[in-house]
């Protein structure tokens, strides 16, 4: 079964470091989202992507981070500039349609330190 | 307020017994996801739905559009069934919209055998 992958699992960075975290979305998927949880808190949306650009952002989702889709296949986000508060999980998630569910990837744990 | 409360926050079930986990959501949805989150902290899609009912195995999810309310049954419990249940709502949004999701704080269930 298809699924969307993310790469790394766990990534530790020092504070002022800049990372990308990397996903393959589901291939005839359209549309692309990154959230992140906080550890102990609940998932949040940071932003979605369709169409090569961002159709929506969250007030989290500042100029420190970017979103690209650089090749077709590979979804990636990257933070500038980390900062402690940016540790927890990020997870991608994909949909092929307005009517369709999202499937999320396993998550990228990302420690600054 | 949060615009998506989770009850309980903590369950803890003997194996075979029957389990229900409530959402209510206080915004306009288009659908309302219930998903599984295993302590690796992997998140799994188990339902997307915008009325009625859906049943997959032993789980079972309702919802009550008129109320704002949705219910995930487990009948049969399992100490596999342990895990975080988190409900999340997605907007009603066009087409060409981000359709981000809101999620819940999640529900810690814990199976005994």
């Known amino acids: 079964e298809p699924e969307v992958t993310q790469t790394p699992s766990h990534q530790v960075t020092q504070m002022g470091q800049e990372v990308i975290l990397r996903c393959v979305p589901i291939?005839?998927?359209?549309?692309f989202y990154w959230y992140r949880q906080i550890l102990g808190q609940k998932v949040e949306f940071l932003v979605s992507f369709y169409n090569n650009e961002i159709s929506e952002k969250s007030e989290i989702f500042d100029d420190q981070f970017s979103v690209e889709r650089p090749d077709g296949s590979n979804f990636t986000l990257k933070i500038r500039s980390t900062k402690l508060e940016d540790s927890a999980m990020y997870f991608c998630?994909?949909?092929?349609?307005?009517?369709?569910?999202?499937?999320f990837g396993p998550g990228t744990r990302l420690t600054v330190t | 307020k949060n615009e998506v409360e989770q009850s309980p926050q903590n369950l803890t079930a003997q194996e075979g017994e029957f389990i229900t986990i409530n959402c209510s959501y206080s915004?306009?949805?288009?659908?309302l996801h219930w998903l599984q989150q295993h302590p690796g902290g992997g998140i799994v899609s188990l339902f997307m739905l915008s009325s009625g009912k859906k049943k997959h195995g032993r789980l079972i999810a309702t919802i009550n559009i008129q109320e704002k309310h949705s219910s995930l049954h487990i009948t049969a419990s399992h100490p596999r069934d342990s895990a975080v249940y988190i409900c999340?709502?997605?907007?009603?949004?066009?087409?060409?919209?981000?359709?981000?999701?809101?999620f819940g704080e999640g529900t810690q269930l814990t199976v005994n055998p």
């Open positions: 998630a994909s949909r092929q349609g307005a009517l369709y569910e999202q499937y």
């Open positions: 291939s005839n998927h359209l549309y």
């Open positions: 999340a709502v997605k907007p009603p949004t066009g087409e060409t919209s981000g359709s981000r999701l809101t």
């Open positions: 915004v306009g949805i288009s659908a």
